[in-house]
């Protein structure tokens, strides 16, 4: 993806040692800070540097937002698991509801919390037994589905702006080498001072695009990895939580038998 960024970053490179092997003699001065290279650039490169900062501050802030919720999910769910497996064990299942209520940032919790809830709403109805579980496992489908996509959240645009800012980058690149061309028309020269502008807008709008890139494609792979972890967790938690379900009621079959 980064390919024809780093090909064209090579060839503003390339043209600029070019520029400086066939100078003329320059006396001006060129100014290569933050401040002298925004000066230098023209509206166009300005609007694109612009576009390139509030993308990254987007991305800077899905980043955040999904670390910390990440995070919390994760801690939440090392307290939760524990006990709610104990509760189970006792057969409490109004205990186990309360501990999953009281973990909302777990991902495993709002999973078991739907199945719980659907199996205890059947169990005190007159249904069937084998609806009650059938519908506990619609339940947790349910709800794998909704948190997944709560995870996934921003992360699509985390992606977008990883695949489209290096093309944003580098359409400032094109600007920018046309700029320089044109001020060697324009002067008559080859000398720096009339292709500094240029060269110093396709150099800041690549670097820049690479700078918001990047990032923005290792942590959209990161996060991805731990929603497919997530999920994984998830789809445990609900197999175990049908298995509890099953072996609840042949235990019930068995104690109805016997009476």
Do not use: C
């Amino acid at each position: 993806m980064f390919a024809a960024n780093f090909a064209t970053l090579m060839l503003a490179k390339s043209h600029l040692i070019a520029v400086w092997l066939f100078q003329q003699d320059d006396t001006s001065s060129v100014g290569w800070d933050p401040i002298s290279l925004w000066k230098q650039m023209g509206w166009l490169a300005r609007v694109i540097v612009i576009i390139l900062f509030i993308m990254s501050a987007w991305s800077i802030g899905v980043m955040i937002d999904r670390w910390i919720a990440f995070n919390a999910a994760r801690k939440q769910s090392r307290q939760f698991a524990p006990a709610v497996a104990g509760a189970l064990r006792e057969g409490k299942l109004d205990e186990a509801i309360r501990v999953a209520e009281r973990n909302k940032k777990s991902h495993l919790a709002k999973v078991v919390t739907a199945g719980l809830q659907e199996f205890k709403a059947h169990g005190d109805s007159n249904e069937i037994p084998g609806e009650q579980i059938e519908a506990s496992k619609r339940a947790l489908e349910r709800a794998e589905a909704i948190v997944h996509a709560e995870l996934k959240r921003g992360l699509g645009g985390l992606a977008t702006i990883g695949s489209t800012a290096p093309f944003v980058g580098l359409f400032g690149t094109v600007v920018g080498i046309l700029n320089a061309f044109r001020g060697i028309a324009e002067q008559k020269a080859t000398g720096l001072g009339a292709v500094a502008g240029g060269i110093s807008e396709a150099l800041v709008t690549t670097a820049i695009g690479l700078f918001v890139a990047i990032p923005a494609v290792m942590m959209f792979n990161y996060f991805t990895n731990r929603v497919e972890a997530f999920d994984v967790e998830m789809d445990n938690s609900s197999s175990e939580l049908i298995d509890y379900f099953l072996k609840r009621r042949s235990r019930a079959g068995e104690t109805i038998r016997r009476a």
